[in-house]
């Protein structure tokens, strides 16, 4: 799977929308970009994926370039409750996946 | 619809003793993953498994780790001979069958083991 490269921290002000880069340069086609978050050592928590196109659920939206070598989570009015660690994780197509490979993901701390 | 479910969710264990994690998957998942998430370190996969069968186990130790999903009944991932080096969350995760987008993994609470 491929590698992401995201920022280790970063802030935002409560009520404001968070946006968390991750960059994916040697994404293959068939790769799919996923975002989970683990809020103070619960299990994580899946957020979004997407292929190509931006996806939007009740959560977040997720813009993917047109390159598809970076995307963007937005979180559009975070609250004190988003503040966790956030993983950008590329991967293969299903049916023939498996593993998710974390990194080290960016710390989203919201701020009041 | 009941999310992942991990029991116990804390375990404390004496050196050389054994620990049983259980994992019951959502309703209709027929995929189960194992991670382990040690000290201040990120989430590693372990294992993975389908329905009496281990598809995927490079991510498990060589020795005294084990793990199965019975055709009845939770998965187990099984630590014999545990040792402090052993400490850690351990995390199960389940996706349906389908395989498409839908095949997203989704987390239980965790395992929370600690070896003295």
């Known amino acids: 799977d491929a590698k992401t490269t995201q920022p280790t921290s970063m802030d935002c002000a409560e009520g404001r929308a968070a946006n968390l880069p991750c960059n994916h340069s040697?994404?293959?086609?068939?790769?799919?970009v996923y975002w989970y978050r683990q809020i103070h050592s619960q299990g994580p928590q899946y957020i979004i994926h997407?292929?190509?196109n931006n996806e939007t659920n009740e959560m977040a939206s997720l813009i993917i370039t047109e390159d598809r070598k970076s995307s963007t989570l937005i979180l559009p009015h975070a609250t004190l409750r988003d503040t966790a660690v956030y993983y950008c994780?590329?991967?293969?197509?299903?049916?023939?996946?498996?593993?998710?490979?974390f990194g080290q993901g960016t710390t989203l701390q919201v701020k009041p | 619809n009941a999310g992942v479910m991990q029991n116990p969710r804390h375990l404390v264990r004496r050196r050389g003793q054994e620990a049983r994690l259980r994992c019951s998957p959502m309703?209709?998942?027929?995929?189960v993953y194992w991670y382990r998430q040690l000290p201040e370190e990120g989430l590693k996969f372990m294992v993975y498994?389908?329905?009496?069968?281990?598809?995927?186990e490079s991510g498990m130790p060589k020795e005294r780790f084990s793990a199965e999903f019975p055709k009845e009944g939770p998965s187990i991932l099984r630590i014999q001979q545990v040792v402090r080096g052993d400490s850690a969350a351990y995390f199960c995760?389940?996706?349906?069958?389908?395989?498409?987008?839908?095949?997203?993994?989704?987390f239980g609470p965790g395992t929370r083991l600690l070896v003295l």
């Open positions: 995760a389940s996706s349906p069958p389908q395989g498409g987008s839908q095949e997203t993994q989704y």
């Open positions: 040697t994404i293959s086609g068939n790769e799919y």
């Open positions: 997407g292929l190509k």
């Open positions: 994780i590329v991967r293969v197509a299903p049916p023939n996946t498996g593993k998710l490979i």
């Open positions: 309703k209709g998942h027929s995929h």
């Open positions: 498994l389908q329905k009496e069968n281990i598809i995927d």
